[in-house]
């Protein structure tokens, strides 16, 4: 007989995004065309100039362990490029490269929580979140936003679920799965409480470069020196530059933080490899253009996306100004039967979506609201036109 695995595996549950992937590919290998708006990651391939680098790297032999925190080349790069679109000032000791973003949080959370701490995630949340701060023993205190507030998190909200346990709160901006881009001034209502509570700001940016409509993006360490100490800023590589397989996300913090980081990140995975660690540097400090051809091509997409969502009757969403996602609100369809069977949440919708038209979205649910489901627009535009026709044709089959 063999002994249990541990007890921290039945508080978390398998990330939705992850497993509308699975069922769509499992779809896939029986040779079934399935129209994929469930992933979220670029369908582009990573830019060439970034792939030669690596190489080049490989070439060079620049395939030893590197610092703990990243190679000083890269930290370099990351300070700069925050100096430069932030007029921000990390020093090289506040800034820690990790194997992707998730690795980033889950390296934040473990340093700066302790078991029973309260970390606020306003809903919808990213999937991984809760899973992540409960996996670290800290305990997710879900507020949720409005829609008619652009589901953006209110001064007087925050409050309201402040304890003496509350640590921190982790804030997307933009946001997935609502592409929403918090205004400077909504920032600083947040911000003011925060500083008020002496509660850390996580702010995941990892979709920072992804705006639409001259949207400007402020980074919330920019606010003031004040703010800047307690916020934790999240960045990487993956979608900026079509690099998720690389795995590098990263940190900027105050440097206390950054040291415990560096101590938990040393014992567990030392760093990420150092091909992408090379690759990472071109990405930063090469010509930009080569992640704004491909925000040129998700303008087009989302353009597109909307126009066709505003045509179908039931259904409602609020405009998304960043990353590649849009949350649509489908709860007036609830009720309604599809071939006999009633549909009466997000899970229910997107698996009869899934199994009679082959389209793929993720249910709101993963993303704590149970009226929507995610879009996500990084694919291809025959895949959104004939994917979205067949979305409206399933809608107009509901009785
Ligand atoms: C909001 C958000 N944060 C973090 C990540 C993870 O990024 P990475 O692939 O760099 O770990 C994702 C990926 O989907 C994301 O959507």
């Known amino acids: 007989m063999r002994k249990e695995l541990s007890s921290d595996l039945k508080k978390i549950s398998p990330s939705m995004t992850l497993a509308v992937t699975a069922k769509a590919n499992e779809l896939k290998a029986k040779g079934i065309k399935v129209y994929g708006f469930g992933a979220g990651e670029p369908d582009f391939d990573t830019p060439k100039v970034i ?3 690596a190489v080049e790297a490989m070439e060079k032999g620049y395939t030893r362990y590197t610092l703990v925190s990243g190679l000083v080349e890269l930290r370099k790069a990351i300070t700069e490029k925050y100096k430069k679109d932030f007029n921000l000032d990390y020093a090289l000791d506040e800034v820690l490269v ?3 973003a998730k690795h980033s949080l889950s390296t934040v959370l473990k340093t700066i929580l302790s078991v029973g701490d309260e970390v606020i995630l ?5 999937v991984s979140y809760s899973e992540m701060v409960k996996l670290t023993g800290g305990k997710p ?5 409005k829609k008619e507030n652009d589901f953006v ?18 804030i997307n901006n933009p946001s997935n799965p609502t592409g929403v881009v918090y205004t400077k001034e909504q920032l600083e209502a947040v911000a003011d409480v925060c500083v008020k509570h002496g509660i850390y700001i996580i702010s995941d940016e ?11 993006f402020t ?3 920019s606010l003031s020196e004040e703010v800047k100490d307690i916020s934790i800023i999240i960045n990487g590589c993956s979608k900026a530059y079509a690099m998720t397989g690389w795995r590098i996300g990263y940190t900027l913090a105050n440097k206390d933080i950054i040291k415990g980081m560096n101590t938990i990140q040393g014992q567990m995975v030392s760093h990420p490899s150092s091909i992408s660690q090379y690759a990472a540097i071109t990405a930063l400090t090469t010509d930009q253009s080569i992640t704004y051809d491909m925000v040129k091509e998700y303008k087009k997409r989302r353009e597109y996306s909307l126009k066709k969502l505003d045509t179908i009757s039931d259904i409602s969403y609020i405009k ?10 489908v709860s007036k369809l609830y009720g309604k039967v599809y071939e006999g069977k009633k549909i009466t949440s997000s899970v229910e919708f997107c698996s009869a979506l899934l199994e009679s038209k082959h389209v793929a979205m993720v249910p709101g649910i993963g993303f704590g609201d149970d009226d929507f489901i995610r879009m996500s627009y990084a694919t291809d535009m025959d895949t959104i036109k004939e994917g979205l026709d067949l979305f409206e044709e399933f809608i107009s089959e509901l009785k």
């Open 122 to 126: 306003p809903v919808p949340y990213w």
């Open 320 to 329: 998304p100004q960043g990353a590649f996602y849009v949350f649509i609100d």
């Open 51 to 53: 792939r030669d680098a």
């Open 98 to 100: 990790s194997s992707g």
């Open 153 to 170: 998190v209110t001064k007087e909200q925050l409050e309201s679920v402040i304890t003496d346990k509350t640590k921190a709160i982790i």
């Open 141 to 145: 205190v879900f507020l949720k936003t």
């Open 206 to 216: 990892i979709y920072e470069m992804l705006l639409y409509d001259d949207t400007k």
């Open 219 to 221: 980074c919330i360490a």
